[in-house]
């Protein structure tokens, strides 16, 4: 299988090292813009040019070079047959997605936004057990996530980052869209009711630093999404109360509390980050050779966006 790989980031990175983990077989191709100064420790041969490189017929693009780039890029692979997995967000504006919706549906393509928080396993319990309803309805929910934005990638100055730039997808609301993804895939659908964002003089950058929003979800339920690059320990929890009692997944430290009416129940969890990858690596793969459709493909992850630039105040659907 032939794989094209559009960027050697740190996430473009991680890519490569499962796909030569887990897949046999495996030809990788690298696309790079020729200004990128990290190495490339795979071997595998780099172009400069996108069509040089659609020239040699991959059957993949993993689409890993800045959000802002997205769409575009993903495009021409797809106008030149190649099933897409790209990594979140789908973009930072709506600009050219239905168009690429329609080119990946004409050529009857395979796609896939990357959201792994969808594979964590301590979600997934928690999940289960809200599904189970053994705690009955619904009835309001938090999801945070907060760490410090400097410490993000140790080689590089946070400032100069996309993260650091609006223009370029940066901003919490776009880079931990993983809160909104999985709020919307856990409840089957949310809508955000109001919102603010705001940014900090503190980190020094032009994207913002600090959101919060309020949700609805259809049956009355209401919750709140809190996401910040300042908070200096991390966190990222997941609370959902319900009639008989409370769910919180804490998914840093992989630890599911069940809290019922007179006892309360935890359960440990024990996996590294890659695990969530590998799980959407072989869900991705096995759709594509069969066929079938990805848990997260372009039309889900337009919605997803929608709802997110609805929180930044920037819906243009």
């Known amino acids: 299988m032939r794989i094209l790989l559009t960027g050697l980031g740190s996430i473009g990175r991680r890519h490569a090292r499962l796909l030569y983990e887990e897949l046999e077989e495996v030809e990788l191709l690298i696309y790079r813009s020729g200004t990128s100064q990290s190495g490339n420790p795979f071997g595998a041969p780099e172009y400069t040019d996108l069509q040089d490189v659609l020239a040699q017929d991959p059957d993949i693009a993993f689409i890993t070079n800045p959000t802002h780039k997205h769409i575009e890029t993903a495009t021409a692979c797809a106008r030149a047959g190649c099933h897409l997995f790209i990594e979140k967000p789908l973009s930072h504006t709506l600009e050219n997605v239905e ?3 329609g080119i990946a549906k004409e050529n009857d393509l395979v796609t896939h936004v990357g959201c792994q928080l969808r594979f964590d396993p301590t979600l997934n319990a ?8 053994d705690l009955g309805d619904v009835i309001s929910f938090r999801a945070t996530s907060g760490s410090y934005l400097p410490e993000w990638r140790p080689e590089q100055d946070y400032r100069d980052s996309y993260s650091a730039d609006p223009e370029r997808g940066g901003g919490v609301v776009l880079d931990l869209i993983h809160e909104i993804d999985y709020t919307y895939w856990l ?8 919102s603010a964002i705001a940014h900090t003089d503190t980190l020094e950058i032009n994207s913002e630093a600090i959101a ?3 949700m609805r979800v259809p049956g009355d339920v ?3 999404i809190h996401l910040d690059y300042c908070r200096r320990q991390p966190k990222r929890v997941l609370e959902v109360v319900c009639e008989g009692g409370t769910v919180i997944a804490d998914l840093q430290e992989q630890m599911l ?3 019922w009416p ?11 980050r890659d695990r969530r990858f590998v799980a959407q690596l072989h869900h991705f793969i096995e759709n594509v050779h069969s066929g079938g459709k990805c848990d997260n493909d372009l039309s889900e992850a337009k919605e997803v966006l929608q ?3 609805d929180v930044k105040g920037e819906y243009n659907g």
């Not at 928690?126 to 309803?133: F, Q, T």
């Not at 007179?262 to 590294?272: A, I, P």
């Open 99 to 101: 168009r690429l919706i």
């Open 126 to 133: 928690a999940r289960e057990i809200i599904n189970s309803n």
């Open 187 to 194: 409840f089957d659908n949310i809508s955000c009711v109001a």
């Open 212 to 214: 919060e929003a309020v």
């Open 222 to 224: 209401i919750g709140s």
């Open 257 to 259: 509390t069940i809290e």
């Open 262 to 272: 007179s006892t309360t129940d935890t359960e440990s969890f024990d996996y590294g």
């Open 307 to 309: 709802i997110a630039l």
